[in-house]
């Protein structure tokens, strides 16, 4: 089974800091996603990567960054955490030329 | 701008009942629509896909119709379970990337 693993499933921060999220996934898969999910909104892609050091934009990318040195690990950098920041967020992986996605579980973010 | 419309937000069917989301989608470029299902602290799991070369597609109690002329596809889930209950999100996709709707909270009493 594909397993994409999330390094923390909760996390507090305050406002200003400089946050990372990490995710690890174990199938070499090329292409990794970043998404956040709020009630309402349903998943909006942030960034998401079709190769190592390769990155592109998704649909809200403001306030984040991404960094991927690795085939098997995506991290998403919150350079200075917001309020608005406050979500959860989900990595997921998929084969080139395939649609499938395999989501981790999320990590619940919460910016004080 | 929403590319992926989904309805209703809930959705609360007794067990045994035929539970029906819709989504609507602006994008012809579209070319993959998958659902995928998520319990409460888990990620989402790919649940069924249809490609737009066919009207209908089933597995087991759940089956997507697609209407492409609408540009619209819903989920079907027939014998609904408690067992089903979770959110429910459709999506449609160009490449690898997709574009979610906003969710479907589905609840299935006894």
């Known amino acids: 089974d594909v397993k994409v693993t999330q390094s923390s499933r909760y996390l507090v921060k305050r406002t200003g800091e400089k946050v990372f999220l990490e995710c690890v996934q174990d199938?070499?898969?090329?292409?990794m996603f970043w998404y956040r999910q709020d009630p309402g909104l349903g998943l909006r892609l942030i960034y998401f990567?079709?190769?190592?050091?390769?990155?592109e934009k998704g649909d809200i990318p403001e306030g984040y960054s991404v960094s991927r040195e690795k085939k098997e690990r995506f991290s998403l950098i919150l350079e200075s955490a917001s309020t608005n920041q406050t979500s959860m967020y989900l990595c997921?992986?998929?084969?080139?030329?395939?649609?499938?996605?395999?989501f981790g579980s999320g990590t619940q973010l919460s910016v004080l | 701008q929403q590319q992926v419309k989904q309805s209703p937000q809930s959705l609360i069917v007794q067990k045994g009942g035929i539970s029906i989301i819709n989504c609507a989608y602006e994008?012809?470029?579209?070319?993959?629509f998958p659902w995928y299902q998520q319990f409460p602290g888990k990620g989402p799991a790919l649940l069924i896909a249809?490609?737009?070369?066919?009207s209908e597609k089933k597995e087991g109690r759940f089956t997507i119709s697609f209407n492409k002329s609408a540009k619209q596809f819903s989920l079907h889930i027939m014998d609904s379970q408690p067992g089903d209950s979770a959110t429910y999100f459709c999506?449609?996709?160009?490449?690898?990337?997709?574009?979610f709707g906003t969710g479907t909270r589905l609840q299935v009493f006894p």
């Open positions: 199938m070499d898969h090329e292409n």
């Open positions: 990567s079709y190769d190592v050091k390769m990155k």
């Open positions: 997921a992986s998929s084969l080139a030329g395939t649609r499938s996605l395999f």
């Open positions: 249809i490609r737009p070369d066919v």
């Open positions: 994008n012809t470029a579209f070319d993959y």
């Open positions: 999506a449609a996709s160009k490449a690898d990337k997709l574009i």
